[in-house]
């Protein structure tokens, strides 16, 4: 299938690159292409396996009829001008991860997560438990490392758990990729700039149900309608959380209506993380696997890096790193999560996404510092709320305001409802830029 071909990769960075090493040996003539400088090592590295980079701005400039295929990186919008060319010129559209596919060794049991917001704390709490139970498993995907190099390194082994953390940008040029066992934590609009609606975007995450039939599982929250909706023909064998059966309360969590967690004994608070790890337990009922390993883990489990992460006290006032909320459903959960007076750092990139869903959550908001792209669209939202707002181009300007404005027991949140990429890299580089003005500045 990837043999003999001539293939444009449009898009390097790490699965870009991934992805040419591992069809490098299989008779292809293969062009990576970037707009950006790369790693000379990495380009020299290709160039001795044969394979061509090229720095342009207009890879479409390059394609033609001739070329077999193209392998887009996730974060390469629909809408470029080379995937149109290509699509004219009937030209197959893939990513990095569908290539990988059809490299696993055999009877992989492939668990996929997605949805709007939870991904990240469910599958990395599925990765801990399993870990924990002594199960052969390997991580990658969206959380970090893409399946090409996994495949390249010969990480996989045969008869193991594949566990992958899959993102819309990554679902969208799915075509013969399958999971065994497909978890959809919950979906809200969100990279509507990327998908041009809401029903695109939910019908790109039902992808992550493609080719199941009732021998593959789907796990689904009931209690968000906009997944049992777009579910509720698929052909998966269904279970679900957020239900009669398997919920959660104050005090404790229920799997088929008998307790198996206390509340109190976890270190994870707030209703998503009850969700996030109802969907993990669910999972593990399927899979045989004891819930004395998920208790283990739950008792030291802190949450992931840049998901509502406490950074620091100083003063009495208490910084959080939630780096990682692109839409403002997430930034909601932020909001809910605290009791003290918040000064909330909002924004980003302007992908035309709506701040209107946050009124009822404002209570607490003293005042909300808006940064980046979007920031003039957020002071008029507060102005016509009439909520407090600065208004700063960069990051470190309204952390050092809202540091200076934070009274003793307040709390400092970024929780931007917005992507990094008007200025950052990744929302990472933005947490860790918080992160470290908090560790050096104050």
Known sequence: MYENKKILILGMARSGYAASILLSNKNNEIIVTDSKDQDETKIKELETLNIKFLKTSTPEDILDESFDLIIKNPAVFPSHPCIIKGNNLDIPVVNEMEVAYHFLPQNVKIIGVTGSNGKTTTTTLIYETLKKAHEEVTLGGNIGTPLSELINKNLIKPNSYLLLEISDHQL??????????????????????????????????????????????????????????????????????????????????????????????????????????????VLLKNLNIAFKYAQEVLKTFKGVEHRLEFVKEINGVKYYNDSKSTNPTSTITALKSFKSNIHLILGGMNRNQEFTDLIPYLNRVTKIYAIGEVRELIYKFC???KVPCEKYEFLKDALKSAHHNAQKGDIVLLSPGSASWDQYAKFEDRGTEFKDIINTCF
């Open 383 to 385: 102005a016509t709320n």
């Open 172 to 281: 969208m040029d799915f075509h013969d990729f399958k999971t065994d066992i497909s978890i959809l934590t919950n979906l809200c609009p969100t990279h509507l700039d990327y998908h041009g609606s809401y029903e695109t975007y939910k019908n790109v995450k039902k992808k992550i149900f493609n080719h199941h039939d009732n021998k593959d599982i789907a796990i689904l929250n009931t209690k968000n309608p906009d997944s049992i909706d777009l579910t509720k023909d698929i052909q998966s064998t269904k279970y679900y959380f957020n239900d009669a059966y398997n919920y959660y309360t104050d005090t404790a969590i229920f799997i088929n209506k008998e307790e198996v967690l206390k509340t109190k004994d976890i270190i994870l608070k707030g209703e998503h993380n009850y969700e996030n790890i109802l969907a993990l337990l």
